[in-house]
C-alpha cells in the first residue's frame, strides 16, 4: 500500500448517509477515515488528532463549515490540513466564501467517485510535497534539529505567545567543547559523530514541545515553552554528566551552556535574550579553562 494511500482523512458532515458514501469510496482505497456529524465535534476532535486531509460540509446546523475552517486556520496545529468543501450549494457567491475561508478545493453533491478520488489524492500529494518542502528549509541537514533561520521564526512567534498569555519560556545557548581538536587530530568525521551524539542526546532528553535549534557548527539554541528556569537548568546538567561518561576517540564528550529567561511584561528583544545565554555559555566555558 502506497504511503498516500495510508493518509488519515477526517469527514465532516451531518447527513449519515453522505458520510456512509464517502466513507466507503476512500475507505476502498486504503484511506484510514474518521468522522465527525458536526462542527463543533469536528473541532473537539482535531484538538486530539491531525489528519492529512479535511472533507467539510457548508452547510451544518450548529457551525458552519465555513466557520469550522476560518478556526481551523487561525490554530498553528491545524492551519496546514487542507480542506475540501463538500456541499449542494453550487452559486460562485458560496465558492468565494470556502475560498476566502481557507478552503482549497470543493466537491460538489451528489458525488461522482472519479472526482472524489481525484481531488483528495491531488491535494494529498500537495501536501506531502510542501511538507517536505519545509522539512528541506527549516532542518540542519545533518542532525535533523532545526535550522537557525527557522530558530529566530519559532522565537518571535514564541515572544508574541507570551506577550499576549502573560506566559514565560527558557533559552539555553549550548556550545560542544573540544570540537576544533577533535576535528584536527581526528578528523571531520569525527568532529561529525561529536555533533551527531550531542544532538540525538538532546532530541531524547527534552519534552515534545520544547525545540532544538543547530545555530553554528559547534552551537545549539534550545527553546523550553512554558517551562521554569530552575527545572531547565538541572535537566541540562544531568545531561552534560551523563554525555561526560561517554567519549569520540579518545576525549570525554562535552559542553558549556548558558541560559536566559523571558516574560511577558519583558522589554527586551529577541537578540538580546539570545545574546545573554550566548555570554553565560561563555563564562562557563572560560570557568571551566580556568580550573
Known amino acids: 500500500m502506497t504511503e498516500s494511500k495510508r493518509a488519515q482523512i477526517l ?117 506531502r510535497a510542501l511538507t517536505n518542502l519545509k522539512i528541506l528549509t527549516t532542518t540542519d ?36 567543547d573540544n570540537l576544533k581538536k577533535i576535528n584536527d587530530i581526528h578528523g571531520h568525521s569525527a568532529g561529525d559523530a561529536l555533533i551527531n551524539t550531542i544532538a540525538k542526546s538532546l532530541k531524547e532528553t527534552v519534552r515534545a514541545s520544547d525545540y532544538i535549534f543547530r545555530v553554528g557548527g559547534d552551537e545549539f539554541l534550545l527553546l523550553f515553552p512554558n517551562a521554569e528556569l530552575r527545572a531547565s537548568e538541572v535537566l541540562i546538567t544531568r545531561l552534560r554528566k551523563l554525555l561526560n561518561q561517554q567519549k569520540i576517540e579518545d576525549m570525554p564528550i562535552d559542553f558549556s551552556f548558558g541560559f536566559s529567561e523571558y516574560h511577558g511584561d519583558d522589554n527586551i528583544s529577541l537578540e538580546t535574550l539570545i545574546k545573554i545565554a550566548d555570554n553565560k555559555m561563555y563564562d562557563a566555558k572560560l570557568e571551566k579553562r580556568s580550573k
Open 141 to 176: 541537514s545533518m542532525t535533523g534539529v532545526f535550522n537557525r533561520r527557522f530558530a529566530y521564526e519559532i522565537l518571535t512567534k514564541q515572544i508574541a505567545i507570551a506577550k499576549r498569555e502573560n506566559s514565560s519560556f527558557v533559552l539555553c545557548y549550548i556550545d560542544i
Open 11 to 127: 469527514i465532516v458532515d451531518d447527513n449519515p448517509q453522505n458520510l456512509k458514501v464517502l466513507g466507503e469510496m476512500l475507505s476502498a482505497q486504503g484511506y484510514r477515515l474518521i468522522a465527525a456529524q458536526n462542527g463543533v465535534k469536528a473541532l473537539n476532535l482535531l484538538e486530539k488528532k491531525q489528519p492529512d486531509l479535511i472533507l467539510l460540509d457548508i452547510m451544518m446546523p450548529d457551525i458552519s463549515g465555513i466557520e469550522v475552517c476560518r478556526q481551523l486556520k487561525q490554530q498553528e496545529y491545524t492551519r496546514h490540513i487542507p480542506v475540501i468543501f463538500i456541499t449542494a450549494l453550487t452559486e460562485t457567491e458560496h465558492k468565494l466564501k470556502a475560498f476566502e475561508a481557507g478552503g482549497v478545493d470543493y466537491i460538489t453533491k451528489p458525488f461522482v467517485e472519479e472526482e472524489v478520488l481525484a481531488r483528495v489524492n491531488v491535494h494529498l500529494a500537495l501536501k
